[in-house]
C-alpha cells in the first residue's frame, strides 16, 4: 500500500509538470485556436471554422471575408541560409584590448532573416559588373562604373608600403583561379549598389513568373552581422564559440595574421577561399578573418547607447564613417572577436574588405500563430 500511494504520488507530480506547461503554450496560442468564428472562421457558411469558400473574394454577403493571398511563401534565395530569431547581449565578449569603449554589452532583439553564407565572390561580383556594362552604360556613364564599382585592382599595392603586390594586381579580380575568392577592392557604396542590382534582377524575374515581389538584398545590419556571427552561442569570443584560434591539433580556424606575422600559419598568405574553413552553427562562413565586412550601419562610438533594442541600426547619411566587422585576412585576432568593432569612409576601397548581402525574412518570425 505504501508503495502504490508513492507511485501514485509520483505519477500525480509528473501529469502536473506535463500539462501546467502544455496548457500555458495553450493559453499563448502556439497550438492555435479551435474557436469557431472570428477571422479564423468562414463567415460565408456561417462562421463554422476553416477558410472561406469563395477564396480571397474580399467582399461576400455585404461582409468582409478576403482570406491570406494564396500561393505566399518566401523561399531561401539561393546561396543564403535563414537566421533564426533571437536575443541576445550585444557587444564586447571579451576583454577590451584597445580600450575604445565603443561596444559596451547591451540586450538586443533580431528578427529572423536571411543572409549569404560566404562573402560576395569575385565571379559572383563580375555578373554585377557586365550585367551593368552591358545594360546601364549609357545611364550611368562607362566612367562611373569603371571607378566607382568596378573593383580597384591595384589596393594590392595601395594599402602597404614597401609591399609587392603586383601578382596580386593583375590576377586577383580576373584570373579563374581566384573566382572563389571573396572580392576587394570595393566601397560600401558599391556593395549596397551590388545589393539593389541583385534585388531588381530576383524580382523583375518573379514578375515576370506572376509572383509576389521578394524584400530586398542589402548589407546586413551591425546588429544582425553581431547575431548572425555568434552562431547561436551566448557570449561566444568568436564564431567557432571557444576563446582560442586554433583547434586542439594546433590547425588556425580562420585566415588572420597569427604569431606575429606568419600569414601562411592558417594555410593562406592573402585572402582564402569564400568557404574555406568551418562553417558556424548557423551555416556562415568566414565571420571572423579571411575579409572584413561592410555593414549598412552608420559608426558612431556611442551607437549603444542612441540605438533601439529591437532590430537596432544607425542609419545616417551624413556619416561617411561605416561598420565593418569580422577582421581580416592581414589582422591579429582581437578583430576576430564577434565584439570588435572598426570603420571605414564610405568610398573607401581596400584589399581586405568585402561584404556579404542579407535580407529580412517577412511574416510572421517564429512560424507560429498568435491570436
Not at 149 to 169: A, E, Q, R, S
Not at 173 to 180: E, G, H, K, L, W
Not at 196 to 213: F, V
Not at 238 to 252: S, T
Request: hydrophobic share 35%; aromatic share 14%.
Amino acid at each position: 500500500m505504501v508503495m502504490d500511494e508513492r507511485f501514485m504520488k509520483r505519477r500525480l507530480i509528473w501529469s502536473v509538470l506535463v500539462l501546467v506547461p502544455l496548457l500555458m503554450l495553450q493559453s499563448c496560442g502556439f497550438f492555435g485556436s479551435k474557436k469557431d468564428g472570428g477571422k479564423g472562421g468562414d463567415a460565408a457558411s456561417g462562421g463554422k471554422g476553416g477558410k472561406s469558400r469563395k477564396g480571397d473574394v474580399g467582399i461576400y454577403n455585404g461582409e468582409v471575408v478576403a482570406d491570406a493571398r494564396k500561393g505566399w511563401k518566401q523561399p531561401t534565395p539561393y546561396g543564403m541560409v535563414l537566421i533564426p530569431s533571437g536575443s541576445f547581449l550585444m557587444g564586447q565578449a571579451d576583454e577590451d584590448v584597445a580600450t575604445a569603449q565603443v561596444n559596451f554589452n547591451k540586450r538586443v532583439t533580431i528578427s529572423q532573416f536571411f543572409m549569404d553564407d560566404t562573402e560576395i565572390t569575385n565571379h559572383e561580383y563580375r555578373q554585377f559588373v557586365n550585367r551593368i556594362l552591358e545594360d546601364s552604360v549609357s545611364i550611368l556613364g562607362e566612367e562611373y562604373i569603371m571607378t566607382k564599382l568596378y573593383p580597384d585592382t591595384t589596393v594590392w599595392k595601395k594599402d602597404f608600403t614597401y609591399h609587392n603586390g603586383d601578382p596580386m594586381t593583375e590576377y586577383y579580380y580576373s584570373s579563374p583561379a581566384f573566382d572563389r575568392y571573396p572580392v576587394v577592392g570595393v566601397s560600401w557604396e558599391a556593395a549596397r549598389e551590388f545589393s539593389r542590382w541583385r534585388t531588381s534582377l530576383l524580382n523583375e524575374y518573379r514578375k515576370g513568373e506572376n509572383q509576389a515581389a521578394m524584400p530586398r538584398f542589402d548589407l546586413p545590419t551591425e546588429s544582425q552581422w553581431e547575431w548572425a556571427a555568434r552562431g547561436g552561442k551566448s557570449g561566444a569570443k568568436y564564431p567557432w564559440g571557444n576563446p582560442y584560434v586554433a583547434n586542439g591539433k594546433g590547425c588556425m580556424l580562420a585566415n588572420f595574421k597569427p604569431q606575429r606575422g606568419n600569414y601562411d600559419a592558417d594555410g593562406y598568405a592573402y585572402t582564402a577561399p569564400a568557404n574555406a574553413y568551418n562553417p558556424n552553427d548557423y551555416g556562415l562562413y568566414n565571420m571572423a578573418g579571411n575579409v572584413a565586412e561592410w555593414c549598412k550601419d552608420a559608426w558612431a562610438d556611442n551607437s549603444v547607447v542612441v540605438t533601439w533594442d529591437l532590430n537596432s541600426d544607425n542609419i545616417n547619411d551624413d556619416e561617411p564613417r561605416k561598420v565593418i566587422r569580422g577582421g581580416s585576412w592581414k589582422d591579429v585576432a582581437y578583430f576576430l572577436e564577434t565584439g570588435t568593432r572598426s570603420w571605414e569612409y564610405k568610398d573607401a576601397r581596400r584589399s581586405y574588405i568585402g561584404f556579404r548581402c542579407a535580407m529580412q525574412h517577412i511574416g510572421m518570425s517564429s512560424g507560429r500563430e498568435f491570436r
